[in-house]
């Protein structure tokens, strides 16, 4: 199954406004990470935030974790008709000996210009 | 400049012909993904090497092979497609699975379409 559920699985906001993702997941990590998916295309490494953090930004992104709820957080604040995109959770967790990535469903962002 | 590339962007292939995709990298990066992704869904792993150590997901279909015969190129083999393998084909790369942070750098991917 897999490890991040996403919420909302769709998003429509104005261009402007600040669009908030959020995704569960169900065992511990290592770290998460936030990828970005433009139509078409493959994904794109957006921010990273390890287990021990709980807050992390990246230009107009910020990122919260909360391990003991097991769920993270993105934020886009000042959106614009270039963030329409997918944008996928990625839980990291060691797995055989190595750091297995596994990618929620997804959240489908428009910005509406 | 691409980093990952995959070719072709989009394939078309017949109901249980064989079909190639391949993915070339030029980040010198120990280790090779291979994704599917059907649409608004997760990508999903299908293997991945570690230099030329194969590692198989229990979960993917004997129909699926890989082949890497050196640490630029990686092959994914779909020895007798059916109308479900109709997807989106991701290549991804990593430094060293075994690094904290795994981020993995992704291709544009392969579009199959099975008839």
């Known amino acids: 199954s897999q490890q991040g559920e996403e919420d909302p699985q769709a998003l429509s906001i104005q261009e402007g406004e600040n669009a908030t993702m959020n995704c569960s997941y169900k065992t511990s990590i290592n770290n998460l990470q936030w990828y970005r998916q433009n139509s078409g295309r493959g994904l794109v490494h957006l921010i990273l935030i390890r287990s021990n953090e709980r807050e992390k930004h990246s230009g107009r992104l910020r990122v919260t974790l909360d391990t003991s709820k097991k769920s993270s957080s993105l934020l886009i604040t000042a959106s614009r008709a270039a963030d329409t995109a997918s944008y996928f959770c990625?839980?990291?967790?060691?797995?055989?000996?190595?750091?297995?990535?596994?990618f929620g469903t997804g959240t489908k962002l428009q910005v509406i210009p | 400049d691409a980093m990952v590339i995959q070719n072709p962007r989009y394939q078309v292939t017949q109901f249980g012909k064989p079909v190639t995709l391949s993915c070339s990298q030029t980040l010198n990066h120990n280790v090779m993904y291979w994704y599917q992704q059907k649409s608004s869904q997760a990508p999903k792993l299908l293997f991945h090497y570690y230099d030329k150590d194969f590692n198989n997901e229990a979960d993917t279909p004997d129909n699926f092979q890989s082949r890497r015969p050196n640490t630029s190129f990686c092959f994914l083999d779909i020895r007798s497609p059916g109308l479900g393998d109709a997807a989106m084909y991701l290549c991804?790369?990593?430094?060293?699975?075994?690094?904290?942070?795994?981020?993995?750098?992704f291709g544009a991917g392969t579009r199959l379409s099975v008839l």
């Open positions: 991804a790369t990593s430094i060293d699975r075994a690094l904290a942070k795994n981020i993995q750098y």
């Open positions: 990625a839980t990291v967790l060691n797995s055989g000996g190595y750091q297995k990535v596994t």
